[in-house]
Structures are given as C-alpha cells and as structure tokens.
C-alpha cells in the first residue's frame, strides 16, 4: 500500500515537470520561431539596399553624403547580426533612419520619384519595415512570455538546471530617432 | 478610459449574448408551437430541441458552401503578388501583425471603393477589395481597411454572421409555417381542445403561439443587423490595435462614406460583409434595421479609443 502512494506521487512530480519542461521548449522554440521570421526580413531588406543605392546615383551627385550613410549604416547592420537582438536592434534602427533621410531627399527630384524602378524599391522597402515592426511586436511578446515563465514559480526550478537563460527584447526605436532630420532646403 | 481590448471584450460578450438571444427565441417559438400543437407543455419539449438542434446544424453546414459562392456573385478575380504588389503587401503586414496565415486575396472591378472578408476560418480566408478602393484610398488607408478585414478573419465573424443568418431564417421559416397550418392546415389545437384539456390556458397557448410566431422574425432580424453592428465596432478597434495607427482607418472610412458612388455588385443578401455600407444609395434602411453602424459614430468610436474628442462632421476625418 505505502509503496503504491510513494510510487504515485513519484510519478505525479515526474509528470508535472515533464509538462513544466515541455512548457518551456515550447516557448523557447516560439521565440526563436519569431527571430528566425525577424532576420528573414532583415536579410530582405539588406538585399535591397545596393538596388536602391544603385537606382539614385547616378541622379544624386550632391547627396553623396546620403548614400554613403546609407551604404554604411547598411554594412553596421549587416555585421550586427552576430551580436544578438539587442546590438542588430540598434543597428537597423539607424539604418531606418538614413533610409528615411534618403527618401526625404528623393522627394526633391521629380524624375526619381517618377521613376518606375525606385517606386518599387521603396515600396518593398516600406513594406519590409513594416514586416520588421510587426513581427517585432509579436517577437517581443513571445520574449516577454518565456522570461515571465523561467523567473516565475514553479517553472524557475528547472529552469536553471536545464539552461533555460534570458532573452533579448528587439526594441522598438525611440520616437525622437524615428523622425527623419533632413535639410530640405536644397534648391 | 477604454483600452482596446477593454472594448475588444465587451464587444465579443454582446455579440455572445445576442447570438443567445436568437437561440433562444428559436427555442421558444419551437416550445408554443409544440405547446399549441400537442396540446401540453411536456409535449412541446421535443419540438424545442427539434427546432434549435436543426436551426444549430443548419446554420453549422451552411459555412462550409458561403465563401465561393459570395466571390463568384461578386465577380471577384483573384490576384497575386505580380498583379498587385502594394495591395499583397499592405496585405502580408497586416498577417504578421494578426498572426494569421495568408489569405487569398481578389480584386472586384469596381469603382466604387469597398472591401470584405469571407471563409469560415482564418485557414480559408478570402479579402476582396473593389478596384475603386485600391485606386482611391492611399497606403496608410488601405492597411487600415485591411486590418479591419483581418480582423473579421481572426474573430471568426464571417462563421458567427452566417450561423445567426441560418438561425434568423430558420426562425423566419418556423413561424410561416406554423401560421399557415394554423390558419390553413385546420389546426391541431382545436383538435386538443375537443380532448378536453386546459380549456382556456389552452387559447392561450394558442395566442401566444401566433404572436411569437409573427414577432419572433422581426425581433430576430433586429438582433441580427445589431449583431452585424457590434461587429464592424469590434473589427475597427481590432484593425486600429493591429496597424497602431487611428488615423489610416479613420481617412478610410471618411473617404468611402463621402464616396459618391454605389457598389453595383453588392445586393441585400451580401451587404453585410462589406466595409462600409454598399446600399448606401438605394435608401430606405433606418438605423435599426441597418447592418453597419453610421460611419460618423465608427470614426468617433476610434477618436475616443486615442482619447480624441469626437468630430461633428466626416469630412473632418479626411484632415486628421
């Protein structure tokens, strides 16, 4: 009889943290779900620059200075990747904005902003960022539950034994970088 | 002050509530009937069941067929990413942001700008947008109009208004025929009552029978076009949470209210699934017989979830 009961509730806290474990893999693997979603779109975006820097050159021979911050802030973000969410966060952020600079200025040349080709490109561009900032909505949310998860009880038990560690947030830009600072006073 | 999902909540709870409503004005239109009929109440509760459990299953079978059929009467043609880049765009964003799959996407040739969503669920969803709004609306305002259509999608509304369409017209169909075979068939009441029996409960019965049979359609109507209602409030709460961005949905609904023109491919029968009231042309709804709500009261709705005070006037969205 007493081996029956010991044998039951071994296997009760067996089972309950089988299913605290198996919580956790889930979110974990929703997370890096979500990331993996984020950097395709990154990866987009990174592709489609030398295009559009391509597609204004030749039209753009005073605002070298642009494109070159563009170009750079590129080739930032690019070498981010490695250095997790929150170093990738900060590098996109500023190449948002010397893409936003840039397209400030093409609103200064008639035959840029009709021209069939860099339409496109700012098209997917914009829908790109989009993308970005709505699968980083869902990337942080999905962060945010595994972190409540592996520092709340019970699941914070195993959650160190079993390497469960931190993620990063990918952050949002602060509102004053998201507004665009161009010179528009060009002849 | 409300927050988004504060109205989201309360919204889904009345839509919940009136669906009851329906079921069980069904079931009581069922329990006098068969009360009236056999003659007691013990009688009657077979005839109850009956008449939710298939009012229920018809309603279940019936959104398996609606989607295709709406879009081929619509004369909708599908569209791709070569086709439509912007609007398969504005349209992937929008997928992301509500964690739904992608879903298929037609154009109607229309001028008149306007938009649905139908499919019984967010697997086998289809948005249709008339040519009109994709020329007239701009970026800001097409991914407002489509988060609230994605919206229906994730909520299942598409499913919910069909089910409570089936539940009306089974009511509707219930009682026409219950007064004919009343009036016409040489009822089972009279004969119940030579078997002696209640007597004057009985002629009750009988009358309240009849009079649930001629109101119950009527009420049930009512609740239906208040449920479309409730919904189109409810979708552009969850469209504006989905797009951060009042203003986009508000222009839009500005813009397609001020819209001379009237959308010649929709009908009674698939009004509601629009954006905006298509019919707006033809006169003659009044409000509580109307399947959405007035466009000022929508615009104000948003204005009051950003803590804008109200506007007087529609075309004061168009400048926000």
Known sequence: MELIVILVIIAVVVGGLVLLYNGLVTKRNRVDEAWAQIEVQLKRRHDLIPNLVQAVKGYMGFEQDVLTRVTEARANAVSAGAQGPQQQAQAENMLTGALRSLFAVVENYPELKANQNVLQLQEELTTTENQISFSRQHYNATVNDYNTSIQTVPSVFIAGPFGFTRREFFDAPPEAEAVPSVDLSLG | ?320
């Open chain 2, 1 to 320: 002050m409300a927050t988004f999902y504060d109205r989201i909540a309360e919204n889904r709870r009345n839509s919940i509530l009136l669906a009851l409503v329906v079921v069980g004005l069904l079931g009581m239109l069922g329990l006098f009937i068969g009360w009236a009929v056999a003659g007691d109440p013990a009688a009657a509760i077979p005839s109850m069941v009956l008449a939710v459990v298939v009012g229920t299953i018809a309603s279940l079978v019936s959104y398996y067929a609606g989607s295709s059929l709406v879009l081929r009467v619509s004369g909708a043609r599908e569209v791709d990413e070569q086709s439509a880049p912007q609007l398969m765009n504005v349209v992937r964003e929008m997928t992301i942001a509500a964690n739904v799959p992608m879903p298929k996407v037609y154009l109607i040739d229309d001028t008149a700008p306007n938009a649905f969503a139908t499919g019984r669920d967010p697997k086998h969803a289809s948005l249709a947008i008339t040519t009109g709004l994709l020329q007239k609306l701009d970026r800001e305002e097409l991914q407002g109009v489509m988060a609230h259509e994605l919206s229906h999608v994730r909520n299942f509304d598409i499913r919910f208004s069909v089910m409570v369409g089936v539940l009306v017209g089974s009511i509707a169909m219930l009682a026409d025929f219950f007064l004919r075979f009343t009036f016409w068939g040489g009822g089972g009441g009279s004969r119940n009552r030579d078997r002696g029996g209640g007597g004057g409960l009985q002629v009750i019965v009988l009358i309240v029978a009849i009079l649930l049979a001629i109101l119950a359609p009527i009420v049930a109507r009512l609740v239906q076009m208040a449920v479309s209602r409730e919904r189109e409030y409810l979708a552009d709460a969850a469209g504006v949470e989905l797009t951060r961005n009042p203003y986009g949905l508000q222009r839009a609904l500005a813009k397609i209210a001020l819209d001379p023109e009237p959308l010649e491919v929709a009908n009674r029968a698939t009004q509601h699934l629009y954006f905006e009231n298509p019919m707006k042309k033809l006169g003659g709804t009044s409000a509580l017989f109307s399947t959405h709500p007035p466009t000022l009261e929508r615009i104000n709705r948003l204005r009051a979830l950003g803590g804008q005070s109200p506007l007087t006037d529609i075309a004061q969205a168009l400048r926000s």
